[in-house]
């Protein structure tokens, strides 16, 4: 393998590495933590749900902010690149 792709590889490897252990450790405070210091409610379970939801949320609008933004990307940078 070259050594720019190399680079690539590594770089896309730590940077995956880093993002994935965020979501271990949110995941892993969710039920322990944020649940009792966030979602304040009279009742465990919703407070507990809350959290568990405002973990799951960037799961599903991740492909959604791809779609848009490369959309948004390549609109504009075809009009920069031609212009």
């Given amino acids: 393998m070259r050594t720019p792709n190399r680079r690539v590889l ?3 490897l730590v940077g995956s590495a880093i993002e ?3 979501f271990f450790l ?3 405070a969710t039920p ?3 649940n009792r210091l966030f979602f304040p409610a ?7 749900l809350l959290a568990y939801l405002a973990f799951a949320l960037p799961f599903f609008i991740r492909p959604l902010g791809g779609v ?3 959309h948004i990307g390549d609109r504009i940078g075809r009009r920069e ?3």
Avoid at 42 to 48: A, E, I
């Fill in 20 to 22: 994935w252990f965020d």
């Fill in 68 to 70: 848009i933004f490369s």
């Fill in 42 to 48: 009279t009742d465990p379970l919703v407070s507990l």
């Fill in 26 to 28: 949110f995941g892993s």
């Fill in 81 to 83: 690149r031609w212009s």
């Fill in 32 to 34: 322990l933590v944020f």
């Fill in 10 to 12: 590594l770089a896309s």
